[in-house]
């Protein structure tokens, strides 16, 4: 524990609490050092200059506010543990026990609960536990596709078990676990992106189309390894969707650009149809894409998999 007031300062980016200020000022003090050099930021906490708060500053502001048992939640959570895709909200969103009485003041958006997680530390901020986090924000976030973006980013990226976020779902609260469980449902069939998940919604909407693999594995006569978006077995086609920021050659770099072209080729040179479709037009031809998606089912049915084309996994590692 800091030993002086500029200790608690330093400590704090800059920032101390009335409380903590007492056990080295009077009041007075305090009062003299509000008029001149400090200001108030929020109840009881104090900014050691007067200067505009940086994000750190609010970040740690809203945690102190919110005393000692608070952690980081939701949105503010999702950002420090370094997720892709979380919207932009000016709010800092904290978790306390329903013991503490805060009410949600300026920035600093207050939820209490019962079920309290044990924090963990990121970046010198203590944080809920990402599951935790992940299902507060899809609980409440009004686009489900944004939420299933984030959560299945999360998932890809192996910072998360799905079967922890199953587990959250069922145990948090009941108010949001209706939309919380539709943004799970297609990540709990494979699905491992918000384009795949449009991907699937057009295949649900077909008359023609079997369920494909989702994200499975598989190995071409050549020992190649990869893993495509969906599979049709029966018919040996397979649907990508490349979005620029991870396949274009301007976006994604030479390298990644010329590894899917390659392993295009192979696909096919072993004998599988791959269709490529951009997240764009599957959102705005997404007509179009499924009658293309269909006519080729169509013409390929039955077939099955090519001599050499072994299906290693069937689904996404759990």
Known sequence: ???????????????????????????????????????VVLPGVYKADRSPLSEIQRVRAAL???????????????????LPYVPDEAAVRVLIPDSVQRASRQFVVIKRT????????VGGLPTAPLDR?????????????DSL?????????????????????????????????????PIEAGVRSAPEADFRALVARSRLLPTPLWNCLIELPDGTVFSPD??????????????????????????????????????????????HNSPRRLRRDADSVLREVEEVYLRRAGRGMPPGVKILRTAPLA
């Open 1 to 39: 524990m800091p030993d002086s007031l500029e200790s608690w300062i330093a400590v704090q980016d800059g920032l101390i609490t009335r409380q903590q200020a007492l056990a080295f000022l009077s009041d007075a003090a305090i009062q003299r050092r509000l008029g001149r050099r400090w200001q």
């Open 64 to 82: 102190l506010y919110a005393g000692s048992d608070a952690m980081l939640n939701d949105t503010s959570a999702l950002r420090v543990h370094g």
């Open 114 to 121: 019962w079920r309290l997680p044990t924090s963990v530390v």
């Open 133 to 145: 986090a992940l299902c507060e924000f899809a609980a409440r976030h009004d686009s489900e596709r």
């Open 149 to 185: 973006a984030v959560l299945a980013a999360a998932v890809q990226q192996r910072q998360v078990r799905l079967g922890s976020l199953i587990e959250e779902a069922h145990a948090g609260q009941a108010r949001g676990r209706p939309r919380l469980l539709r943004v799970l449902m």
């Open 230 to 275: 969906a599979l049709f077995e029966d018919a040996a086609l397979i649907h990508e969707v490349n979005g620029r920021q991870f396949h274009a050659a301007d976006e994604a770099g030479e390298d990644v650009f010329e590894a899917m072209q390659r392993r295009h080729d192979l696909l096919v040179a072993a004998g599988v149809t791959a269709l």
